[in-house]
């Protein structure tokens, strides 16, 4: 026996924004994230202006290539996630299926690459509060090859980075979740809001690591 | 309970404290206007048997004139405020030939420091006193103030003076006293467990004074 | 797919079987939860006050020992005299409490929820689980920023500005955990914040009911819905600073560090680029309740309803400009701080347009002065004070001498007591019948507010003279500055009246308790109100309207000349009224 306005479902309404609310929540849920990067990549900015010389040049500490090979991996992933939204327009549970797992698998391998080089970073001596004591990099600085001191440089890396991998990974444990229900063939031709909304938060990840690996690898 | 400014001792005190009360008197008479409308509508418009509200959505008329008295008030303010604060605290402020003196805020006293007898603030032959500036009067002095560990704040009431001292940065900080005397400094940072204890003093010479302070100084340092 | 029409909103309300731990623990009615936020936003709110009392204990009666104050262990105030750090905690905490756990919850937490499904027509939020988590996440926030006191170092001591480096580094602060449980606290509420401002959002886009157009959108819900959209954004930005400056305290980060590259004024620019939109949100939703309430009690429609929309929207939108007016003293370019000062004035514009209307709508009225409208007026009166105020703060050069002064403290306590708090006294006595079903006790309501009033101005009022006299702000033991000594009398004077304003909230919460068991059946519309959610029974059923209300008409039609009545309801259909456009066209 259920509530008077559950037996009535309240279909009339003002139009709002003329989509669904999930998809309206995370579109301002977004928002939020904007902002919080703003304030990440505004902090960075400020610092790296306001003291320049504490910056290597881009090849000598991070490992770009490896890190551009990342980049292509996730714009895949986002690749992958359209066409798990468009299978699911079509009412292909399968396709949607293989590309939501396909999209977890890439999206998790992203993490694994970025813990791969975090692990190799710190190896080497580079940390968020700078050189390791007698690393080889603090070594390389010591010889004059690189510069006297990178504490902001490796803070603002590892935050930004950071929290941009905590994004991919929670990313990752929602398309989880997503992709079990897509096996359990929860999602229609009609109704696939979850597939809709996951797809949105993992394109906007996407697109601030392409912001993120431009600001922090390339320039 | 006074609305009236302590006595002043600074050049620049006067138009500070003119802008003040004259933001005194504007915000006075707009704080009288609405509280006493306020109190008239409260007992004129009070509910009353057989009475009815005037159904009254607005009126843009009304809406334009208190939306504009504020705006022009707000900008006359903001102009005027706008050139004491160049004069004051302007980047070009500093009066040519200011005396100046190195103020170290840290934790939880200043270090002032004053020129030896080479006339340049910054050398080895600079002395260096706690608590204490010394300046002449009726001569523009000039702080480079600069903290050791946090913010402090350098707070000088009867000379309308304050500026943070920031780790990292030197902020010039320009005064000209215009009387001879004591006068307390105090810092308005909270800047850790003895924030309360930050205390100084000023001491305003004659310019004879000031002359014969400097040499007992320097003659002090040299043994 | 791009239709509102999808039937399937999620509700989860089964009125029966429902056990009493969900229906009022894990509770995802939005009525609950914004009575949940009630009680806790209550009980930090005396934390708050009684960490004041402490503070104004030392400033008024330095040489005596706080009453019961040997309970408090050595580490915070041995035989009863309050260590200096210690103060410094009580300073810093009572400012974050009250902002973050008292005065925000309260206005957004509570009132958000509580109103924002009942007065649009919708059943529930957009989102009720998620709005359940936003409260369970904030109580655990506040939980972790009270377990300051109880670590080793005590409670952060930075002030809730918690400028960096002092607040970077135990070496300084000499507080050791309670910092980080400080930014912890800060970026866990600031996460249950954005997720609430989430679902406020998409419930006031998505879920009105059919007629009830933006502009027949009450205030109070003009002022959720404006107050949300700058929670979204501003609280971001705080929780990025917090754990920037969390990683500087833990992994060594350096970004507030000036001797390695880092810079201290960052945390300023950053810390006021979120602090002032936060002061708006501390303040908009106060005014949204207490146009709802002016225009109940003087029987009116609120005077200019666009232009009250319009300065809402201006004023947060002018919020985001003016950051830089607490960094004048900050050594900030003085240039820029010209700017600042431009924005920061033309606030006064809206401001002031508010003011006047609010005083419009009084005028010619039929005014009934319920306790509500007596804690309206008194918001206006006391709002105005704290606005003017302002004026001296926002004149760089005058700044000069005021900033950090007690001049502040009086400015910012008249807008968030004066301002703020009486709108949510206001507020809670308005809408009390509709989450009880009980009136308030009006005799004691009156008293509450004549004595709440009184000491409030004895209290507050006062503190503007000891910042005319140079009084700085935070400081422990005034009686070190000579040129402070002559201001010991209006200390201890202001003492007195800060323990009798705490006092005087005793009725209010006898009043709040005893009329939840013993006080007068409320029934549907104690207020004659228009809005809708006094056309359900009181208290308000699980899913709120029984079907759902069409909305033929604004929410100020008060002494309207269509009707016999002095009220006509959002709902009520006139011969002369159509069917709302949308209600079919959703269908
Ligand atoms: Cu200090
Ligand atoms: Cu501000």
Redesign the interface.
């Known amino acids: 026996?259920?509530?008077?306005?559950?037996m009535?479902?309240?279909?009339?309404?003002?139009?709002?924004?003329?989509?669904?609310?999930?998809k309206?929540?995370i579109w301002?849920?977004l928002?939020?994230?904007v902002?919080?990067?703003?304030?990440?990549i505004?902090?960075y900015i400020?610092?790296r202006f306001?003291?320049p010389e504490?910056w290597a040049l881009p090849n000598q500490i991070l490992n770009v290539p490896v890190t551009a090979i990342n980049t292509f991996l996730l714009i895949c992933s986002s690749v992958t996630m359209v066409k798990a939204f468009a299978s699911i327009?079509d009412g292909d549970q399968k396709k949607l299926q293989l590309y939501m797992v396909a999209t977890v698998i890439i999206g998790a391998a992203f993490v694994g690459v970025q813990a791969y080089e975090y692990t190799t970073l710190v190896h080497e001596g580079f940390?968020?509060?700078?050189y390791a004591a007698g690393s080889h990099l603090a070594e390389l600085a010591a010889r004059g090859e690189l510069p006297a001191?990178v504490?902001?440089?490796?803070?603002?890396f590892?935050?930004m980075t950071g929290?941009h991998g905590f994004h991919v990974s929670m990313g990752v444990v929602c398309m989880v979740f997503v992709t079990w229900k897509a096996f359990k063939g929860k999602y229609t031709k009609e109704?696939h809001r979850g597939v809709e909304v996951i797809g949105l938060y993992w394109h906007f990840v996407d697109l601030v690591w392409i912001i993120l690996f431009t600001i922090v690898y390339l320039v | 309970?006074?609305?009236?400014?302590?006595p002043s001792a600074s050049t620049f005190a006067s138009?500070?404290d003119f802008?003040?009360y004259v933001?005194?008197w504007?915000?006075g008479i707009?704080?009288v206007i609405?509280?006493v409308?306020?109190v008239v509508?409260?007992v004129k418009?009070?509910?009353?048997p057989g009475?009815?509200?005037?159904?009254?959505?607005?009126?843009t008329k009304?809406?334009v004139i208190?939306?504009a008295i504020?705006?022009v008030t707000?900008?006359v303010?903001?102009l005027?405020?706008?050139g004491?604060?160049?004069d004051?605290?302007?980047?070009n402020s500093v009066p040519a030939g200011a005396i100046p003196y190195g103020v170290h805020a840290q934790?939880f006293e200043w270090q002032i420091s004053y020129r030896g007898p080479d006339g340049q603030l910054g050398t080895g032959d600079d002395f260096t006193v706690r608590n204490q500036l010394h300046i002449p009067v009726n001569q523009p002095v000039v702080m480079r103030l600069t903290a050791e560990?946090?913010?402090h704040?350098l707070?000088i009431?009867?000379f309308?003076?304050?500026?943070?001292a920031?780790?990292?940065?030197t902020?010039d900080v320009w005064f000209e006293a215009t009387q001879v005397g004591e006068f307390?400094i105090?810092?308005?940072?909270?800047?850790?467990?003895?924030?309360?204890?930050m205390?100084a003093t000023v001491t305003v010479h004659t310019a004879d004074d000031y002359q014969r302070w400097l040499a007992d100084r320097v003659a002090a340092a040299d043994r | 797919?791009?239709?509102?029409?999808?039937?399937?909103?999620k509700?989860t309300?089964?009125?029966?079987e429902m056990s009493f731990v969900r229906k009022y623990i894990f509770s995802t009615d939005h009525k609950i939860i914004g009575i949940q936020f009630l009680l806790m936003s209550f009980v930090f709110l005396l934390f708050g006050g009684l960490m004041a009392m402490m503070m104004r204990w030392q400033l008024g009666f330095p040489d005596q020992p706080l009453p019961a104050g040997q309970l408090l262990p050595e580490t915070m105030a041995p035989g009863g005299f309050l260590l200096?750090?210690f103060y410094?905690s009580l300073?810093t905490m009572h400012g974050t409490i009250m902002v973050f756990f008292a005065i925000m919850p309260l206005l957004v937490g509570v009132f958000g929820n509580f109103l924002i499904p009942l007065k649009i027509g919708?059943?529930d939020m957009?989102?009720p689980r998620l709005n359940m988590a936003s409260f369970w996440i904030a109580l655990t926030a506040g939980i972790l920023i009270m377990a300051g006191f109880f670590v080793e170092g005590g409670a952060a001591?930075?002030?809730w500005t918690s400028?960096a480096?002092?607040s970077a580094s135990p070496?300084?602060?000499?507080v050791v955990g309670g910092q980080q449980l400080w930014l912890v606290s800060l970026a866990v509420v600031g996460l249950a914040s954005?997720?609430g401002?989430?679902?406020y959002?998409?419930t006031v886009?998505?879920?009105?009911?059919?007629?009830?157009?933006w502009f027949r959108l009450p205030l109070s819900i003009w002022a959720l819905f404006v107050t949300a959209i700058l929670v979204?954004?501003?609280?971001?930005?705080l929780?990025?600073?917090a754990?920037?400056l969390f990683?500087?305290q833990t992994?060594?980060?350096?970004?507030f560090?000036?001797?390695?590259?880092?810079?201290?004024?960052?945390w300023q620019?950053?810390f006021w680029y979120f602090g002032h939109p936060e002061v708006y949100i501390l303040i908009l939703p106060a005014m949204g309740f207490v146009s709802d309430i002016i225009a109940n009690a003087?029987?009116?429609?609120v005077?200019?309803?666009?232009?009250m929309v319009y300065a809402l929207i201006s004023i947060a939108f002018l919020g985001w400009i003016v950051w830089g007016h607490h960094m004048f003293?900050?050594?900030m370019?003085?240039?820029l701080?010209?700017a600042f000062?431009?924005s920061t004035?033309?606030i006064?514009?809206p401001s002031?347009?508010k003011?006047?209307?609010w005083?419009?709508t009084?005028?010619?009225?039929?005014?009934?002065?319920h306790v509500p409208m007596l804690h309206s007026?008194a918001f206006?009166?006391m709002f105005?004070?704290g606005g003017?105020?302002g004026?001296?703060m926002a004149?760089?050069?005058?700044d000069?001498?005021f900033?950090?002064?007690y001049f502040i403290v009086a400015h910012l306590h008249y807008v968030l007591f004066g301002g703020s708090l009486f709108a949510i006294f206001g507020a809670v006595t308005f809408w009390y019948p509709k989450m009880f079903g009980k009136l308030m006790n009006p005799l004691l309501g009156k008293i509450h507010f004549w004595l709440t009033f009184v000491f409030y101005n004895l209290t507050f009022f006062?503190m503007?003279?000891l910042g005319?006299?140079?009084h700085?702000r935070?400081?422990?033991?005034?009686s070190?500055?000579?040129?402070l000594q002559p201001l010991a009398p209006?200390n201890t004077f202001i003492t007195v009246s800060a323990l009798l304003l705490f006092a005087a909230q005793i009725p209010f919460a006898v009043n709040f308790i005893m009329s939840w068991f013993n006080g007068e059946e409320a029934g549907e519309n104690p207020w004659n109100d228009n809005g809708l959610e006094w056309i359900v029974p009181s208290p308000a059923p699980?899913?709120?309207?029984?079907?759902?209300p069409i909305v033929y008409r604004g929410p100020y039609e008060?002494?309207?000349?269509l009707v016999e009545e002095?009220f006509l309801p959002q709902t009520r259909k006139l011969d002369s009224d159509t069917e709302?456009a949308?209600?079919?066209?959703?269908?």
Request: proline share 8%; charged share 15%.
């Open positions: 026996m259920a509530h008077p306005a559950m009535h479902p309240p279909a009339r309404r003002e139009i709002g924004a003329d989509v669904y609310n999930e309206l929540g301002i849920f928002g939020s994230e902002m919080f990067f703003t304030a990440l505004g902090a400020i610092v306001g003291s504490f327009q940390l968020p509060s700078g001191s504490s902001v440089y490796g803070s603002s590892y935050t929290f109704d | 309970m006074s609305w009236i400014l302590p138009d500070i802008l003040y933001i005194l504007i915000t707009a704080f609405v509280e409308g306020l509508f409260i418009y009070r509910a009353r009475r009815k509200a005037e159904y009254i959505q607005g009126s009304a809406e208190w939306t504020p705006a707000v900008v303010i903001g005027m405020s706008g004491v604060w160049n004051v605290k302007g980047r934790q560990d946090v913010i704040s707070f009431p009867a309308r003076v304050k500026q943070d920031m780790p990292g940065m902020i307390e105090a810092c308005a940072e909270l800047c850790g467990i003895g924030h309360t204890t205390g | 797919m791009a239709t509102t029409a999808l039937p399937l909103e509700t309300h089964a009125t029966h200096p750090e410094n300073v919708a059943p957009a989102f001591g930075a002030g400028y480096p002092l070496e300084w602060t000499g954005i997720l401002a989430t679902n959002i998409t886009v998505n879920l009105r009911a059919p007629g009830m157009t979204l954004l501003a609280i971001p930005i929780s990025g600073a754990i920037m990683f500087d992994i060594g980060t350096h970004f560090d000036p001797t390695d590259g880092g810079q201290p004024l960052m620019h950053l003087s029987r009116k429609p005077f200019g309803y666009h232009s003293m900050s050594g370019n003085p240039t701080g010209m000062m431009m004035m033309i006064a514009v002031a347009i003011v006047f209307n005083m419009g009084m005028w010619r009225g039929n005014i009934m002065f007026v206006v009166s105005v004070i003017l105020s004026v001296f004149s760089p050069p005058v000069i001498y900033h950090d002064t006062p503007h003279n005319v006299g140079g700085m935070r400081i422990y033991d005034p070190q500055y000579e040129f209006l699980h899913g709120n309207f029984a079907e759902v008060f002494s309207s000349p002095d709302p949308a209600a079919s066209a959703a269908e």
